[in-house]
């Protein structure tokens, strides 16, 4: 059972779930450049070094190369 909606995403197709692989494909609904995060519409919060913290409390480490050397 998967189904957590506590968070509404509003579109259509629904975005990824925080469970799914491509969860980072979701829209974001809240964009902070100035602190470095982004809020997804699936409660994820993504960093810009692509650090992710999930709805549920858990940590994603940065997976992707920061292409600013
Ligand atoms: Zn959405």
Excluded at 42 to 61: H, K, M, S
Aim: hydrophobic share 35%.
């Amino acid at each position: 059972m998967n189904a957590q909606h506590d968070i509404s995403c509003t579109h259509e197709p629904e975005c990824p779930a925080p469970d799914d692989l491509d969860r980072e494909a979701a829209r974001i609904v809240a964009n902070h450049p100035e602190q470095g995060w982004s809020l997804l519409c699936n409660g994820i919060v993504i960093f810009e070094d692509t650090g992710e913290l999930l709805p549920d409390g858990r940590v994603i480490a940065p997976h992707r190369p920061i292409t600013t050397a």
